[in-house]
């Protein structure tokens, strides 16, 4: 979570190093099954959707957004990965096609033809700024960019292995 300042005369905008920046904002119309409709705003920064009406421990006042995979990088498609490990022919063309994946994250076990075996971590994992609170119920200060994610973890650093000394694998559904 991101704490935004904002200012009640710029009601759609919200103050990031010293710039104010807009907010994308849509208006809904939600049918409502044997009541009256009900219309709804809906408002985006650059970190993500403004969640504060959902979001617990929010002072009074505050407006905050929320910064998750996938929701703020729509333009990587998880989809292309997976499309990328299908076409892939052996172990290594798998383990680089495992790239475009980025979400969920997963522990994933794969296996050729020719009796190669791997495992890999894939996910894209966000770089905290070394400024990022490390307690997990605050949120960051979202009018400083240095307190933003600085870019992802190159794929090729995330745990992995092909043809381990050991001649066999092991993934028991627990988290990467």
Same mark, same amino acid.
């Given at each position: 979570?991101?704490?935004? &300042? =904002?200012?009640?005369?710029?009601?759609?905008?919200?103050?990031?190093?010293?710039?104010? !920046?807009? @907010?994308?904002?849509?208006?809904?119309?939600?049918? +409502?099954? %044997?009541?009256?409709?009900?219309?709804? =705003?809906? !408002? !985006?920064?650059?970190?993500?959707? +403004?969640?504060?009406?959902? /979001? @617990?421990?929010?002072?009074?006042?505050?407006? +905050? /957004?929320? &910064?998750?995979?996938?929701?703020?990088?729509?333009?990587?498609?998880?989809?292309?990965?997976?499309? %990328? @490990? *299908?076409?892939?022919?052996? +172990?290594?063309?798998?383990? =680089?096609? =495992?790239?475009?994946?980025?979400?969920?994250?997963?522990?994933?076990?794969?296996?050729? &033809?020719?009796?190669?075996?791997?495992?890999?971590?894939?996910? #894209?994992?966000? *770089?905290?700024? #070394? !400024?990022?609170? $490390?307690?997990?119920? /605050? /949120?960051?200060?979202?009018? %400083?960019?240095?307190? %933003?994610?600085?870019?992802?973890?190159? #794929?090729?650093? $995330?745990?992995?292995?092909?043809?381990?000394?050991?001649?066999?694998?092991? #993934?028991?559904?627990?988290?990467?």
């Amino acid at each position: 979570l991101f704490v935004l &300042k =904002t200012d009640p005369n710029r009601p759609n905008q919200y103050l990031v190093d010293g710039q104010w !920046r807009d @907010m994308e904002a849509r208006t809904e119309t939600i049918l +409502v099954k %044997d009541g009256e409709p009900r219309t709804l =705003t809906f !408002r !985006r920064t650059h970190y993500g959707p +403004v969640v504060t009406a959902l /979001a @617990m421990g929010v002072r009074q006042g505050d407006e +905050v /957004a929320l &910064k998750r995979i996938p929701l703020c990088e729509p333009q990587r498609d998880t989809s292309r990965g997976a499309l %990328d @490990m *299908i076409r892939a022919r052996d +172990v290594h063309q798998f383990q =680089t096609a =495992t790239a475009g994946w980025t979400f969920p994250s997963a522990n994933c076990v794969f296996g050729d &033809k020719q009796g190669n075996i791997g495992y890999k971590t894939i996910l #894209s994992l966000p *770089i905290r700024s #070394s !400024r990022a609170l $490390l307690e997990n119920q /605050a /949120a960051h200060e979202g009018w %400083d960019s240095a307190n %933003d994610w600085q870019g992802f973890l190159p #794929s090729e650093l $995330l745990p992995q292995v092909i043809n381990p000394a050991q001649g066999w694998l092991v #993934s028991a559904n627990h988290r990467p």
